[in-house]
């Protein structure tokens, strides 16, 4: 019977098990956000470039600076994206696509030696709204 009065034990060790499965969910939650906040600025600075292209044709002159231009506001470097985009000018009705790509590399593991990278893609479509002859 004194065995079963005294569970002190059993409950640090039962906190140690639970403590063990959750921590790392803590430690990752910060990359987890940045790289969410990354992969949405894309997405939106690939939206907005969708709908200008939608609304002049495609791919024009202007274009590719438009769009280093809104992820250098976004706060990205557009160096470290690689953009595949259709050509233009295209017909009214034809549709395009936008994509860009990057990989995210967690800090909070580098603390312990494992350098991970997960992927970060955006892309999107547009339709052509210029009437050509």
């Known amino acids: 019977m004194k065995?079963?009065?005294n569970q002190s034990g059993f409950i640090s060790i039962?906190?140690?098990i639970i403590f063990s499965l959750i921590f790392p969910f803590f430690i990752l939650m910060g990359d987890f956000v940045q790289w969410g906040g990354k992969w949405l600025n894309?997405?939106?600075c690939i939206n907005d470039t969708t709908q200008k292209m939608g609304e002049h044709g495609g791919l024009l002159d202007g274009t590719?600076?438009?769009l280093q231009?809104?992820?250098a506001d976004a706060g990205l470097d557009p160096a470290e994206w690689d953009l595949t985009i259709?050509?233009?000018p295209l017909a009214?009705?034809?549709e395009g696509v936008i994509a860009v790509s990057?990989?995210?590399t967690f800090k909070s593991l580098k603390i312990i030696g494992i350098t991970a990278q997960v992927p970060l893609r955006a892309s999107a479509t547009f339709t052509s709204q210029i009437w050509m002859r």
């Open 3 to 5: 065995t079963l009065r």
């Open 14 to 16: 039962e906190y140690l």
């Open 42 to 44: 894309a997405q939106v």
């Open 64 to 66: 590719i600076p438009y």
């Open 69 to 71: 231009q809104r992820f």
């Open 86 to 88: 259709s050509a233009g």
């Open 92 to 94: 009214k009705g034809e």
């Open 102 to 104: 990057s990989t995210y």
